[in-house]
C-alpha cells in the first residue's frame, strides 16, 4: 500500500519537474473523476420505481426532528429539511429503507418519546404504517392494486371478503 502511494507522488512531482499539472490540479481532475464514477452508480436507473407521497402537519414535523439520522443517505436529509407538505415527494427504495429505519429507530427511542401517547409519537407511528404499506404495494407486491383503496373482489392480489350466507 506504501509503494502505491509513492508512486503517485512520484509521477506528481515528476510532472512538476516537466512542466505538467500541479499537484493540486491533478488531486482536483481525481476527485472529481472519482465523483463521477460514484454519481453513476448511484443514480437511480430508468426502470425504479419511485413512491411518491404527500407527507405534512405533524407527520412531518416528526420526520423533520429525525433528518440528522439520516447523514448517510445520499441528500435524503436534505430533500427533506428542504420539503414543506405543499406537494407530493418522490422516494425511490433506498430512500424508502432509510426512512423506514430511521422512522422506527425513533419510535424505538425511549428518550425522544418516553410516553407512547403523545401526539408526536402517535405521527409517527402513523407515517411508519404509511410508509410501510407504501414500500409493499411498490417494492414487494402486485402495483396494480392502490394501497388503502376500496377492495375489489375482481382485482387479482385482493382476498375475497367472507360470504355470510355460507
Not at 68 to 74: D, T
Not at 82 to 89: A, D, L, M, P, V
Amino acid at each position: 500500500m506504501g509503494d502505491g502511494v509513492y508512486v503517485e507522488v512520484r509521477q506528481t512531482s515528476y510532472n512538476l519537474v516537466q512542466g505538467g499539472p500541479s499537484i493540486l490540479e491533478e488531486l482536483i481532475a481525481r476527485a472529481a473523476e472519482r465523483i463521477r464514477r460514484s454519481e453513476r452508480i448511484m443514480r437511480p436507473g430508468s426502470r425504479d420505481f419511485k413512491v411518491k407521497l404527500l407527507i405534512d402537519g405533524e407527520e412531518l414535523a416528526q420526520l423533520k426532528r429525525h433528518t440528522w439520522q439520516m447523514a448517510e443517505a445520499f441528500g435524503l436529509d436534505s430533500r427533506i429539511e428542504r420539503y414543506y407538505g405543499k406537494r407530493s415527494i418522490g422516494f425511490y427504495r433506498g430512500d424508502m429503507d432509510c426512512l423506514i429505519d430511521v422512522v422506527n429507530m425513533a419510535l424505538d427511542d425511549r428518550r425522544e418519546y418516553p410516553t407512547k401517547d403523545s401526539p408526536g409519537y402517535a405521527a409517527l407511528r402513523k407515517l411508519a404504517a404509511r410508509l410501510k404499506d407504501e414500500y409493499q404495494w411498490a417494492f414487494e407486491g402486485d402495483r396494480k392494486i392502490e394501497p388503502n383503496a376500496p377492495a375489489d373482489p375482481g382485482q387479482p392480489g385482493v382476498s375475497q371478503p367472507a360470504d355470510p350466507g355460507g
